[in-house]
């Protein structure tokens, strides 16, 4: 199991539609993370998320040494301004004999996110959280998110909102829009727990499947991996917005060709500060990962423009 075989899980093209054009940012050329962390080896290592301070950078991979099949592995430094130091296992308490992919950070810090294949109630790929009393504590047991959130389907993808109050995922289960749609479930704290999974809709889910969700920093905007048509390649990233948190989700649009190339480009995912997207591109069945600075677009004279906010 891998996570690009998530790619070949939808099939079928839904309908040409028009989309809007509104955007107050771009991207800079992406740069290939083979040069930025050398100490990775990207043919089999997967960025997940980089913690909100930069301290820890969480990634899945099939290297040896590990647990099973696909294990969580954490690289750390003292301070942004130092190099990482060596990949760690995150160890039994979270990595089980199967396989755990896609991780997600809360912006405190506190809770990772894991999609695993472990046998478990209730589906069959489920969505599991392990917890930390401190930054500086030893991670928790891997917990399902039990019946709630999961459903007899496969569930998987997992992003949390820096706040912690939104858990966006993937899933297969019927009554979509598609072969895979987004999903999101909320609660009121960190302590509470979460809530029924809400389809995102029309305006983010398509016929031919939708995957890969990533919130920005203030929860604006929604960047994810789609197959539908009026794209660059066989699965482009595009991007939502909503006017507020409680607003509903506007037509995604396509992030373009900086972005997106003519294969498969997707899990994309936003440091804390806004300044980049990460993301993966395939080519000729090879699969690389990269980052692409976003950049704002300012108002003549060189005010910024009230969207600017969104990216961070």
């Known amino acids: 199991a891998d996570i690009r075989r998530w790619y070949a899980v939808v099939s079928g093209r839904p309908p040409q539609v028009d989309l809007p054009t509104r955007a107050d940012f771009t991207f800079g050329e992406p740069v290939n993370l083979q040069s930025t962390f050398p100490l990775l080896d990207l043919a089999n290592d997967f960025l997940g998320c980089i913690s909100a301070d930069g301290l820890e950078m969480y990634f899945d991979s099939i290297r040896g040494g590990g647990q099973g099949k696909d294990d969580l592995w954490v690289c750390k430094r003292a301070s942004v301004e130092d190099d990482w130091g060596p990949p760690e296992n995150l160890g039994p308490a979270v990595n089980s004999a199967s396989m755990e992919q896609v991780v997600s950070l809360s912006g405190d810090g506190l809770e990772l996110y894991v999609f695993s294949l472990r046998p478990g109630y209730p589906g069959n790929g489920d969505l599991y959280v392990s917890k930390r009393a401190t930054r500086n504590s030893p991670w928790g047991p891997a917990r399902n998110l039990g019946p709630k959130v999961n459903s007899p389907y496969v569930d998987f993808t997992p992003r949390v909102s820096f706040d912690g109050l939104e858990l966006y995922f993937s899933s297969n289960r019927p009554a979509g829009h598609g072969g895979t749609d987004l999903y999101v479930s909320a609660r009121a704290t960190p302590d509470d727990p979460w809530g029924d999974p809400v389809n995102l809709g029309p305006a983010v889910n398509s016929p031919a499947g939708d995957t890969f969700a990533c919130p920005s ?38 992030l373009g060709p900086v972005v997106n190339g003519p294969g498969s480009d997707g899990v994309p995912f936003l440091p804390a500060d806004g300044s980049a997207l990460y993301f993966m591109r395939e080519s000729g069945g090879t699969w690389t990962q990269w980052k692409a600075p976003i950049l704002p677009i300012r108002a003549p004279g060189g005010e910024p423009l009230k969207g600017e906010r969104d990216q961070k």
């Open 217 to 254: 920093q203030d929860g604006l905007l929604l960047f994810f991996a789609s197959a539908r048509p009026g794209g660059n390649g066989d699965w482009d990233i595009w991007v939502a917005r909503r006017a507020s948190r409680s607003a509903p989700w506007e037509p995604a649009v396509n």
